[in-house]
């Protein structure tokens, strides 16, 4: 009884340290003192600075996190609430995000094409400002109690925002990063955007962790701030130099001159000349008929445009 007694107190939740405590609270803040001081001792440091003092790669990252802690705080606190206060089985909960996963499939392809004909900021934009709608749609919905045909609608702004800034964004910053740097603002991306997946869990969580419905209103309702945010910084980012339009126009057809005609290629059969310019068909040169053999170096000469000879 003795030694169960004195166990019982060595793992009592009185002696037991928890991550939060004061041995451990200064350790991630040590960590990133030591970090940073290597990172600007070292010659190739792992976090090239160049590539934040690009405004482009600086929006793009802003609104790569933003998406990250929409996305990951909402499917963190959406099936938590939709088991709880809506009751819902784990199958009902999983069928309810179909709004938010289809445009996952279906929409990427459909955003390739739309950066390559309009480039990749208007679709950010316009991304970002759904996932704004999304957020605030969810955060009402679930404040005012209303039915699933509101969450669906939500959802699926959601979906349908995430889809389009993604995409976009990767090809966004790739543009934007300086030369010789596209695997390091790759990697970077990935980073930043687990980055904000993790404060959206955190953040998010942390207000929907009461277990009330207000709180969890209020939670979905952040990651709207968070994306308005990002949009509103994107877009004063304007139009630099970096950031191109990637949109590549046609070339003029040139038309090829001979002279005073204009001559233009194309295929056989489409209405143009298909023969090369700069070549005509020449007939047989112009014989006198008086022209016989015994006289042919006059004809010659008649040829060339001397005249008979006499």
Not at 214 to 242: D, E, T
């Amino acid at each position: 009884m003795r030694k169960l007694t004195s166990r019982a107190r060595v793992f009592s939740p009185s002696t037991v340290r928890h991550p939060g405590s004061d041995a451990t609270a200064g350790r991630p803040a040590l960590a990133a003192a030591a970090f940073t001081r290597l990172e600007r001792r070292s010659d190739s440091p792992v976090l090239n600075r160049a590539l934040l003092r690009s405004g482009g790669v600086r929006a793009g990252l802003t609104a790569g996190a933003a998406v990250n802690f929409a996305l990951n705080g909402s499917l963190f606190v959406l099936p938590l609430l939709l088991a709880g206060a809506r009751h819902l089985s784990a199958a009902a909960t999983g069928l309810a995000f179909l709004p938010m996963t289809i445009p996952f499939a279906l929409n990427p392809p459909v955003t390739g094409r739309i950066v390559a004909r309009v480039g990749p900021r208007p679709p950010i934009i316009t991304g970002l400002a759904l996932l704004t709608a999304g957020g605030t749609e969810l955060g009402g919905a679930i404040g005012a109690g209303a039915g699933y045909g509101w969450l669906a609608a939500g959802l699926l702004l959601t979906g349908f925002g995430v889809s389009l800034v993604l995409p976009a964004l990767v090809t966004a910053i790739l543009a934007a990063a300086p030369e010789g740097t596209a695997g390091s603002v790759g990697g970077l991306l990935n980073a930043v955007r687990q980055a904000g997946a993790t404060l959206g869990v955190a953040a998010m969580g942390t207000l929907a962790g009461a277990g009330t419905v207000a709180g969890s209103a209020c939670a979905l309702a952040l990651s709207g701030v968070v994306c308005a945010a990002a949009v509103i910084g994107f877009a004063a980012a304007g139009r630099p130099a970096l950031l191109p339009s990637l949109v590549v126009p046609r070339p003029p057809a040139v038309p090829l001159t001979w002279g005073s005609r204009r001559v233009r290629r194309g295929r056989p059969g489409s209405g143009w000349s298909s023969r090369p310019a700069g070549r005509r068909r020449r007939g047989p040169r112009f014989r006198p008929r008086w022209c016989g053999r015994p006289r042919a170096a006059a004809c010659r000469l008649a040829a060339a445009g001397s005249g008979p000879a006499t």
